[in-house]
Each structure stands twice: as structure tokens, then as C-alpha cells.
Nanobody, 120 residues
């Protein structure tokens, strides 16, 4: 049974930091492309960052230089270090998995999300 469980969300003031975690189970984590997404109230879901099985990363322009995606294959865990947080980063954050980042395929597995609230 595949599970992705996010944690680490919370409330923080503008300029602060949070680290999100996503614990994966039920599939070969190390072989999968992993991504972080977010959805703010009333807005569409957007991609934040991805990390492929070979460690290559990509970021949305809005978070470049502030967020860092990482993975620990020994722990089957995905991370998102978020620094210099802004009010516009407020959203529900989700982790997701798919076979390869480079392929135009849908994410197969999704977590339930963790809320991040940044107050100005």
C-alpha cells in the first residue's frame, strides 16, 4: 500500500523558515521522481520543486533561491527546506511521486498535505 505522509507545516512569520518532510512507503522511493506542490485557497495547484531519482532538481521561479528540495533514499523521505518565507507562500503543500521527472506523465501518488501559513 503506497503512502506519502507530509509533516512539518505550521504558522510562521514572514522571513521565517520551515522544513517539510514527506515519508514514503509502499513503492521503490529511490527510483521515483518526487515533487512538492502547493495550493492556496481559491487558486489552482502549482508545482514548487521536483527532484529526480538521479538527484537533479528544478524549482518554480517564485521559490528559486529560497526553497531547497532534497531526498534521503535511505530513509525514504523527501524534504523541502523553505527559507525567507513570504505571505504568498501560504498554502497547503503536497508531495507526490511519479516514474520520471522528464516524462510527460501524471503523478501517480499523492500525500494528504500539510498546511503552511505565513503571516506578514
Amino acid at each position: 500500500q503506497v503512502q506519502l505522509v507530509e509533516s512539518g507545516g505550521g504558522s510562521v512569520q514572514s522571513g521565517g523558515s520551515l522544513r517539510l518532510s514527506c515519508a514514503a512507503s509502499g513503492f521503490t522511493f529511490s527510483s521515483y521522481c518526487m515533487g512538492w506542490f502547493r495550493q492556496a485557497t481559491g487558486k489552482e495547484r502549482e508545482g514548487v520543486a521536483t527532484i529526480d531519482s538521479d538527484g537533479r532538481t528544478s524549482y518554480a521561479d517564485s521559490v528559486k533561491g529560497r526553497f531547497t528540495i532534497a531526498r534521503d533514499n535511505a530513509k525514504n523521505t523527501l524534504y523541502l527546506q523553505m527559507n525567507s518565507l513570504k505571505a504568498e507562500d501560504t498554502a497547503m503543500y503536497y508531495c507526490a511521486a511519479r516514474a520520471r521527472c522528464a516524462l510527460p506523465i501524471k503523478y501517480a501518488y499523492w500525500g494528504q498535505g500539510t498546511q503552511v501559513t505565513v503571516s506578514s
